[in-house]
């Protein structure tokens, strides 16, 4: 049950323009430890100046996230071209990840044995190739950071060609799935880019 | 998760009739043994749908006049930039799986809405919509009720009225935008200066008040000193001027109380105040 300060609380950040999600997180002595506001179509460093203003005043030392979910992509360019997750474990007795992903109807599975930070991406892209794709650049780093709001796993890609790196970022349950999700949010920049399967 | 349809489910438009769940309404009775309905009554509905239909997750839109829409995930999970775009803004419930009947979405939608405006209502008929501090109304509540206080049992507070000098000018040599800016920074600072229990409230247009508890007239200048620090660069544009009241000391009747620091104020701006 939220308390009637945490409801004005919340009620104070959601009457900021734009602001149309605020997640607060809890320390374990039931501090408040950060507040992350999603917003759209709207200046997100003026919302977060006065989102930090109302912060302080109820939690003194909570840190404030705010993310646009206008700069994400328009649903119908996300269907048009993603690669969804279907599932991605790690078992310990063989030290197997096991990676199994959707693109338009078909599914592909990929196996890797790297722990599961290497072994997720390896599989993910293993599975990728199973589902027809050549895909010219090659895993350099999979890391995991800490995080005010916990232990994202970052992926690096490099191209065989000339080009930038590519990285995906994602946090999930597990660092497997976390990397298999982090592995595909860099191919799913590469992919949207509508290049064709062999 | 898949959006589903929004709007009456067939059986509802079919009967005429709205149709109530009994789970919504012990949710309901739930939550207002504990508090009143608000944004904590959203959480507490979302969670029981989801646990009623063993959902993976649950989501409620909501559209406001003031707000926008807004979104409530069960648990108070964040909602992904990546969820918000497949979800879009358009009012609804959203289950993960889809299994929850629409006549069920509809009645919930309907609760979490009329909960929001509810917290909304109650939020805005007690403190001042530019400044977000207490208003006129709850100020002149919470003086009574610490005059009864302080005659009954002796307990000491101070009233400060707080005045800001020349505002009448800026507003109009700066426009509306600045003088309205200023006057949030001004309620801002106040609710940065003012301790846990005192009350701080906007009782005009450039006019504050506020209640120190346990405070007699000396304890008011480190009120002042933290408000003058949490001005910041707005102390350039304006200054203010306080006058001051204790009660039992002075008087514990409120509108009297009113009247000594009112007439303290002006006597500080150097004005003939009747």
Known sequence: MMSPTEEDFELELRSLSGVMNVEIRHRENGDVDAVTLITHGQDPSAIRVMATQIVNLYYTDASVIVEDASRALAPRDIQAVRVALVRAEFHAESGNCDVELSYSGKTGYGRAGSGQLFGGAEATLAALRDLGYSLPFYLLTVISVATVRGWPVIVTMRPFADGADMFGIAQADDDVTSSAMATLDALNRFLSKDISTD | ?274
């Open chain 2, 1 to 274: 998760m898949t959006p589903l349809i929004d709007g009456a489910s067939e059986d509802a438009v079919g009967s005429g009739q709205p149709q109530y769940e009994a789970w919504l309404f012990q949710t309901m009775l739930d939550e207002l043994t504990v508090s009143e309905l608000g944004i904590g009554f959203i959480y507490s509905v979302l969670d029981e749908l989801v646990k009623r239909y063993a959902l993976n997750d649950a989501v409620v839109i909501l559209s406001h006049d003031s707000f926008g829409a807004q979104m409530f995930r069960a648990g108070g999970q964040a909602i992904s930039v990546d969820l918000a775009s497949r979800l879009g803004t358009a009012p609804g419930v959203y289950c993960d799986p889809d299994i929850v009947p629409n006549v069920e979405r509809d009645a919930v939608r309907t609760a979490c809405q009329l909960s929001l405006s509810l917290h909304l209502a109650r939020f805005s008929a007690a403190h001042d919509a530019l400044t977000n501090i207490a208003n006129r109304r709850t100020f002149d509540s919470a003086l009574q009720a610490s005059c009864v206080r302080s005659s009954r049992y002796g307990w000491a507070f101070t009233l400060v009225l707080a005045d800001l000098n020349g505002f009448k000018a800026i507003n109009d040599s700066l426009g509306h935008a600045i003088g309205d800016d200023l006057l949030r920074q001004f309620g801002l600072a106040m609710r940065r200066s003012v301790r846990s229990g005192d009350v701080a409230a906007r009782i005009g247009g450039d006019e504050f008040a506020v209640i120190l508890s346990n405070a007699d007239g000396h304890d008011s200048s480190g009120f002042t000193d933290r408000l003058r620090s949490h001005l910041g660069s707005a102390r350039e544009l304006v200054g203010f001027t306080i006058g001051t009241a204790s009660s039992p000391r002075d008087s514990t009747d409120p509108a009297e109380l009113f009247r000594i620091a009112d007439a303290r104020l002006y006597e500080k701006k150097g004005i003939n105040h009747r």
